[in-house]
């Protein structure tokens, strides 16, 4: 009596010619042993061995009547190997036709009529299965949510996670994961734009969502008409910005503090906003030092009435006198406090914490412990990156930073400045980075529970760019978990994930479905290789994508593949619920 088994699917990398995945049937025989005898000679690792008959997935002519086939079963792949396809079959892994063709043609046509009933029966149930538009197959899904590690299909349709599976699953198109991680798509809670040169390399660093929440907008409803307008590749949504309210109200500068009857059309702004679906209220108190308490106190109290998050550029980024971190932070927290808003805390080490991180983790924690709604981001860098122009560079800003001249460098360049250097580009507005945040105080940051990951930066097409904003994320994974160990893998996923949804949902009711790998989930994907990710944009070349990202789907798109990241108008608008037609 013949045995069978169903070939697996033949796993088709993503932009192949075929665009649906094939399923063939191998029938094993007891006799087989005996018909190698006389039509085959074969290496014992094909079809029957010791072991048994082994999964296959494709059988593939070479020259000179080789066969080969790729890929006994996905768990055979090495750590770091490229997945199998048509050009890379395994190694070893042969079956050799020394016959006449006449008698390979019997030998063909008598397996076929011993296995007849068992093929029909496997293509009666291949019809039956569920067909999916996209099959992630074979990786290992990680959801930092559920604390879900395990080796499953992910079934994708119309933009859904509709299928998680221990068994294959048929799809038009199969991604092959064998051996990389499948997590939620990384959501920068603390981004610009859109732009089209932005969204395509912070995509090619595992982002889909990517959120304008460090400055913002004045009118929330006319900047999502003109964002959607034309479609955006990244899911995004965007506060509003107390920055330039001042300026649309009528405050001359910005070390101006606003009247009273200027605070109050500040107020009719930020409310208008939030009705229209602005996610929070964002300060640069930094950047705008005129702005008294008075005047920031009534706008997060609107963003507490609507459940919406003030994210803060704070104050001060001084643990010395006038104006130290320990003011900024406590501002911070008497807002909190005071409004009952929560309050997120942008780029913490650099902000707030810089040379003082302990001291002011401990002051968050204490706020915390007495129920205050308070987080924070990182990004995961020694240095920092602001325009020349900013106030931040007023003077004192070398005792301040602890830095000088020299610790400045134009980004996208190799230039490091002198006094003459600055000055002119001061007036020319030109973004430096600084080399003026210790690596202690990152690693204090993200060992703490309520910080997140966020870049802070975008991508400009003339390269005058921080590279956080085309690494970050694969750099947080690199550097931080592989090489010094600081988070374990699941920990920066949370991070990235979850934690970033969690702190929106309450406003924007469509971050309940982003950073969660589940059954129900919007497909915002990204499948990485834990051993190989890493960033590779750096302060002279910020405009080079990541490494080790294999793909990164969003909303079902697929929008990388491997080296190609393409620009897909796949993103949707994530609007807070006050806005018309929210989700």
Known sequence: MSAWLRMRRLRLRAGATESSSLSMAVTYMPTFSSLRGIFFTASSSCFC?????????????????????????????????????????????????????????????????????????????????PLYDTVISGGTVMDPESGLVEELDVGIRDGVVAALSKGPLRGRRVLDAAGLVVAPGFIDIQSYGPYYTMSLFKAADGVTTSLTLHGGTIDFGIWAAEKGRGGQMLNYGSAVSHHFLRSAVGVPDRYTAATAAQTARMVEKVEAAMAAGALGVSFSLEYTPGATYEEIRPLCAVAARYKAPCFMHLRYSDPDPPGTNREAVAEALRLARDTGASVHIHHITSTGGTFTMDETAAQIEAARADGLDVTACVYPYTYWATYLSSARFDPGWRRRFRIDYGD???????????????????????????????????????????????????????????????????????????????LTLMEALSKMTVEPARLLEGVAPRMKRKGRLRVGMDADIVVFDAARIRDRATVERPMSYSEGIEYVLINGVLVRDGADVRYEKAGVLIRGAGGPGTP
């Open 49 to 129: 061995g010791p072991a048994g008959p082994s999964p296959l997935y494709y059988l593939r002519r070479k020259s000179g009547g080789l066969y080969r086939y790729g890929g006994t079963g996905r768990k055979e792949r090495l750590k770091g190997e490229a997945p199998p396809s048509y050009d890379r079959p395994y190694e070893g892994r042969t079956l050799m036709i020394s016959a006449p063709p006449e008698r390979r043609l019997l030998a063909t046509l008598f397996a076929l009529l011993l296995s007849a009933p068992a093929l029909f029966t496997a293509a009666v149930a291949d019809e039956d299965a």
């Open 408 to 486: 400045l460098q134009i980004s996208g360049s190799g230039e490091r400045l002198d006094e003459d250097s600055f000055r002119r580009y001061r007036r020319s507005d030109k973004l430096a980075v600084a080399y003026a945040i210790p690596e202690a105080d990152v690693l204090r940051a993200l060992a703490a529970p309520w910080v997140m990951i966020g870049s802070d930066g975008l991508i400009k097409s003339n390269g005058n760019s921080h590279p956080r904003g085309a690494g970050c994320f694969s750099r947080t994974i690199g550097v931080y978990v592989r090489e010094k160990g600081a």
